[in-house]
Nanobody, 123 residues
């Protein structure tokens, strides 16, 4: 059973930066693709970024050029460096052993979501 613990969220102003961390247990993150997702109030969960086993990356168009996904295999930890944050980035952020983009059905069937970490960006 995969377990994840996200941290690093907070409240920042527009243009600020945060680095999210996701400590993973139950699988080796360098053996599988891992992704970051987010869910804003009143909206569906959406994929943000993915890092594959072969270290290929995917970014949603809304974050490309501002966010960077990475991992530390020795710590089995996934990261998301977020720069130049905007109010529309405000959401709860989750990591998962999924690789966006994913269908709504896949995300709903996934049963290893963590509690997430809240990111709030004020204008």
């Amino acid at each position: 059973q995969v377990q994840v613990v996200e941290s690093g969220g907070g409240s920042v102003q527009t243009g600020g930066s945060l680095r999210l961390s996701c400590i993973v247990s139950g699988l080796r993150i360098d053996d599988d693709a891992m992704g970051w997702f987010r869910q804003a109030p009143g909206k569906e969960r959406e994929g943000v970024s993915c890092l594959t086993r072969m270290e290929l990356t995917y970014y949603d168009g809304s974050v490309e050029g501002r966010f960077t996904i990475s991992r530390d295999n020795s710590k089995n930890t996934l990261y998301l460096q977020m720069n130049n944050l905007r109010p529309e980035d405000t959401a709860m952020y989750y990591c998962a052993a999924l690789c966006p983009p994913e269908t709504t059905e896949t995300m709903e069937q996934y049963n290893s979501w963590g509690r997430g970490t809240q990111v709030t960006v004020s204008s």
